[in-house]
């Protein structure tokens, strides 16, 4: 099969995460219930990403993802893996939204590959699109978790930039090109000496890598934290835009923003299905500014789709898809 070629202009791309499809939920509950162990559960889930692969492959999605139909959550999937965690109880996010908040006891290790599988899978059905690396960050680890392990804040988060690191060598060893950090955390603490801690942590885990560099920060005031990110050791910054009307526009112009941008054209939190020429109008807004050409921009959604109908999700990066083919003809 002829390798395929991402496009020089407005390449398209996910966040991370999709809908749970079949039969993804009921392995995830068998898997709690300790009725699976790890090779079996990764094998199990395979039906439910190739129906995620093939949904980014039928909407023309450039860089995928393997959906994360492994990850009951960002935190919870990796504090299963990683030695010092335990997994706690229940805890309220938001409305009637929930997760097993988990618990640090002990030193962090790396001891096993803890993505390595499913990012396989999806790379050997992709039709060579790339397939992203998505990783929980070490600040948005340390933050969404109980520590009764470090009396230092600052040594818990480089302790798990290492398990990260550890990880994402498995990948370069299998060829990856993109490797994403996700770290929402960091919008809710917008301070100087949290983005300086992040930086560091993003050193340990993106030193000599040369894959391209992914960050992905979403939600809350961005740009707050943005005049203290802006040297970070990454390619590119992924972020949030459409759910917050674009506000992050003009402070990209005020701190001549240079590096790429994963630009969020679709809002995961909204059941209307952005169409075509909205979107189009949306990347307007962008170049406009002419702080950076349209082979630095990525099109992509705000953050993870996985709270939208399957449905919802399939049309919206459809139109996203087609926004970003007119968006190339016209800049």
């Known amino acids: ?31 709690r219930k300790k009725e699976l162990d790890e090779k079996d559960f990764h094998e199990l889930v395979r039906p439910a990403i190739k129906k995620v692969v093939d949904d980014y492959l039928w909407a023309g999605i450039d860089i995928i993802s393997d959906g994360e139909q492994s990850r009951e959550d960002m935190v919870v999937y990796f504090a299963e893996r990683i030695k010092g965690y335990t997994v706690g109880d229940w805890v309220r996010i938001f409305d009637n939204t929930y997760f097993r908040r988990p618990v640090i006891f002990d030193k962090v290790e790396w001891t096993s590959p803890m993505t390595i599988e499913d990012w396989e899978y999806a790379r ?16 948005t680890m340390v933050e969404w978790s109980f520590d009764l392990y470090y009396k ?20 370069l060893r299998r060829g990856v090109k993109y490797v994403q950090v996700d770290e929402p955390a960091l919008s809710t603490r917008p301070w100087r ?16 890598v040369q894959a391209k560099r992914v960050i992905h920060i979403c939600f809350g ?15 590119q910054f992924d972020l ?3 759910n917050s009307d674009f506000r992050l526009l003009s402070y990209l112009k005020e701190y001549s923003f240079d590096k790429e941008l994963g630009y969020g054209v679709i809002d995961v939190h909204s059941l209307q299905i952005e169409n075509i020429d909205e979107i189009v109008k949306d990347i ?3 170049m406009k500014l ?27 990066l459809r139109n996203m898809v087609e926004a970003a083919k007119i968006a190339r003809e016209r800049w």
């Open 1 to 31: 099969m002829e390798e395929f070629k991402v496009p020089k202009k407005f390449p398209t791309t996910v966040v991370g995460s999709y809908p749970k499809l079949d039969p993804a939920p009921e392995i995830l509950r068998k898997l």
């Open 221 to 235: 005031r961005l740009e707050r934290i943005l005049p203290y990110i802006l040297d970070y050791p990454v390619d």
């Open 240 to 242: 949030e835009f459409k």
């Open 152 to 171: 230092d804040r600052k040594e818990a988060v480089l302790d798990i930039a290492k398990v990260i690191r550890k990880e994402v060598e498995e990948y």
């Open 193 to 208: 000496e949290d983005a300086e801690l992040v930086k560091e942590a993003l050193e340990i885990i993106f030193r000599g």
């Open 290 to 316: 002419d702080i950076i050409g349209p082979e630095k921009i990525y099109i992509d959604p705000d953050c993870g789709l996985k709270r939208l109908p399957r449905e919802i999700a399939r049309a919206k």
């Open 124 to 139: 050997s059905i992709s039709k060579k699109r790339p397939v992203k690396a998505i990783l929980t960050g070490p600040y």
């Open 284 to 286: 307007e807004k962008l």
